[in-house]
């Protein structure tokens, strides 16, 4: 019950901002780029990658840590990174499931409002970002969730995370729309490649040298990030005390 | 006149108890200011964008939707403040602590929905209004003062409004047990009223006029204000509040008779 409950909740942008950007389609055939049918799969796709690719690890991190429940994991033999991700890798697997039925039945239903690639290296090349995403996802709320080692208490680095994601990943609206500076800046942060690069990529909008760029650029933050959790965690270690227990 | 008393006397312990618990936590207070304050400039954000586009959204101007915008969030904020508790409601249906309340000689709706008033809000509240004034200089908002009066007259009924929502929906926890995340579901779709209604299909703004009452809390005393809407739905919305008040009351009443006290 829930798990539903959460799936309904984390749908609710994405049945608003359609809905706000359809009411501005009357006025326009276009806006950068995206025409009525694009900006509907563009929001259908997100919200399937904020479902099925998005993390929220960082909560466990954080009251294992404060808590001093990460004693027990010190000791098993599965690492707690990796036990964290598989859990992690399973409620999404669990969540893949009626959000894809939800795409079908829009497909079925509204196919003049969702586009599918013409390619199937697109889908195949949308399989792997996704697989990216989950894990650049998961390591920034590993990272939020691992300064709990100094600071015990991480809501407010992560709700800054979060803030930096709702306006920069194009969750809300595709970056395309925004102004120039607010997309530069976009530019400059990993967010952007947690839903607005794999939806560009599944509404087949990159193509060649951009595309290689995107995916160059994705892969580096990747090990950034994972260099930044792979610091954080062994230095945390050393601060640990395990009070709390 | 003496159950007024009673009950005055009551809250003022509770406000008390409340205080001394938020001076023990005054870090926190300070950290989910900046957290909320944040939250609100997203918004913001993503409402510029929305205009970055367009020069209006359903017929509404930046300056309306703005307006329409800070009304939600203070009425949401109120709510939090007055009624915090309430949200812990699933949590103490499944843990048996209800009998604490209803073992009380006052009303236990009382004081489950009242127990706890959130201080640390009131501050959020305070630049919340100064926004919400700051809003309507900036855009050059005008209000002929009857619309002014009625809209102030018609918050207590939006706030009512909410407040039932939220006690229906939680109220099932008598029956669902672990849904204390049903909270934050309602208030995600129930902001879908900081935007103007007239974005929906007719259809769907007729279920926001009844089942799923939203066009009740943020958008009809707006739309008075800015003379979208005429009068006369001051007295629909009273009506309305006093009414769905009431039913939350009946299934509040209804559900209590299923509590079956699981930790004693």
Not at chain 1, 151 to 175: H, M, Q
Not at chain 1, 215 to 222: A, E, P, Q, Y
Not at chain 2, 141 to 164: A, Q
Request: a positive charge; glycine letters at 4%.
């Amino acid at each position: 019950m829930r798990m539903l409950i959460w799936f309904i909740a984390d749908l609710s942008p994405f049945i608003i901002f359609p809905i706000i950007w359809l009411s501005i389609y009357k006025q326009n055939t276009s806006i950068a780029g995206f025409d009525r049918t694009a900006i509907i799969t563009y929001y259908l796709i997100t919200a399937f990658i904020v479902q099925t690719c998005t993390s929220h690890v960082g909560g466990i991190f954080q009251r294992n840590i404060v808590q001093g429940k990460l004693n027990i994991h010190l000791v098993r033999p599965l690492s707690f990174i990796s036990f964290a991700f598989i859990h992690e890798f399973s409620y999404r697997l669990i969540s893949f499931f009626p959000v894809t039925v939800l795409a079908i039945i829009i497909y079925i239903f509204f196919p003049d409002y969702f586009r599918l690639p013409s390619s199937p290296f697109t889908w195949i090349l949308f399989a792997l970002v996704c697989l990216i995403v989950l894990t650049m996802s998961h390591l920034l709320e590993m990272i939020s969730g691992l300064t709990s080692f100094w600071f015990g208490e991480n809501k407010a680095l992560d709700n800054f995370i979060y803030f930096f994601y709702k306006v920069f990943s194009g969750a809300f609206a595709p970056l395309a729309f925004f102004p120039i500076v607010l997309q530069n800046i976009a530019n400059c942060l990993p967010f952007k490649y947690l839903a607005y690069f794999p939806a560009q990529i599944f509404l087949e909008q990159i193509h060649g040298y951009e595309l290689f760029y995107g995916l160059t650029l994705m892969i580096v933050w990747l090990l950034i990030l994972a260099l930044i959790v792979s610091f954080l965690w062994r230095r945390g270690l050393r601060q640990y005390d395990g009070s709390g227990i | 006149m003496k159950t007024i008393k009673k009950y005055w006397k009551i809250y003022r312990v509770l406000l008390s108890n409340s205080f001394s618990y938020i001076a023990n936590y005054r870090n926190d207070a300070w950290l989910m200011l900046v957290m909320n304050t944040v939250s609100l400039l997203t918004t913001f954000v993503i409402v510029q964008v929305i205009f970055s586009q367009t020069n209006s959204i359903g017929g509404w101007t930046a300056g309306e939707v703005y307006l329409l915008l800070m009304v939600w969030t203070i009425l949401d904020e109120l709510v939090s403040v007055f009624f915090n508790y309430l949200f812990f409601l699933p949590e103490i249906i499944n843990d048996g602590s209800v009998d604490f309340y209803i073992t009380k000689p006052v009303s236990a709706l009382f004081l489950i929905s009242l127990k706890y008033f959130l201080w640390r809000a009131v501050l959020r509240i305070l630049i919340d209004v100064v926004l919400f004034f700051v809003v309507i200089s900036y855009f050059h908002l005008e209000f002929y003062w009857l619309n002014y009066l009625i809209f102030f007259i018609l918050l207590p009924f939006s706030i009512l409004v909410l407040y039932s929502i939220f006690l229906i929906a939680n109220t099932l926890a008598f029956w669902f047990q672990r849904i204390d995340n049903i909270n934050d579901t309602i208030r995600n779709y129930f902001s879908f009223a900081r935007y103007p209604l007239e974005i929906f299909s007719t259809k769907t703004r007729w279920f926001f006029y009844s089942f799923f009452p939203l066009a009740f809390t943020s958008y009809i005393p707006v739309a008075i204000l800015l003379k979208r809407l005429p009068i006369y739905w001051a007295a629909i919305m009273t009506v309305f509040s006093l009414t769905i008040f009431s039913l939350a009351i009946l299934f509040w009443r209804y559900a209590l008779k299923r509590y079956s006290s699981a930790s004693s």
